[in-house]
């Protein structure tokens, strides 16, 4: 979950998080690279040895759920062979559109950029994105360090585009937002990068 969440760590770090012993922490990394789900990586940072990283492999990130992967990707597949690649965005639409309404329903009474953006992270926790957000001077952060819908994001990139039409949708027009990280491409997280537009 550590390094779902955060990335990759050294052992130290993760025994520090954890609360155990840096051979603890080693133990249990050397085991999970024995069962491919983490590997390792050393990245020199100044002065002195590089340091030793852990991260999830392919496989260690297979391990947290994809609602129903293999089937989805297959309907995706027969509609799109089917009725072509116009019905299949036709329900990508209409389904923009009722994740639209269901958000703004919970974020009617909600003002405040920082208020909304916290309830929208509330609701993609929910859903099983991982959610979670950061304020710095530059706006917000909000970070989702999982894709429950992963598969279906690979074999159709039109829900990554529905989902961002949705964000801009529910957090108001005078929100700049761009995706900074994109699991899709490669990256470890999806991650938007959230400003209120001056005027």
Known sequence: MLLKTRGALTAASIAHELGITNEGARLQLLKFTEEGVVSSFNESQGVGRPKQFFQLTELGNSKFPDTHAELTVKLINIMRDTLGDKALQTVIDVSEQSGKERYLKELDQLFDLEGRIAKLTEI?????????YSKDDKGYLLIENHCPICAAAKTCQGFCSAELNIFKHVLGNEVQ???????VSGDRRCAYRIAEINN
């Not at 937002?177 to 699991?183: A, F």
């Open 177 to 183: 937002i761009d995706r900074v990280d994109h699991i």
């Open 124 to 132: 993609r926790s929910r859903e099983g994105y991982m959610a979670e």
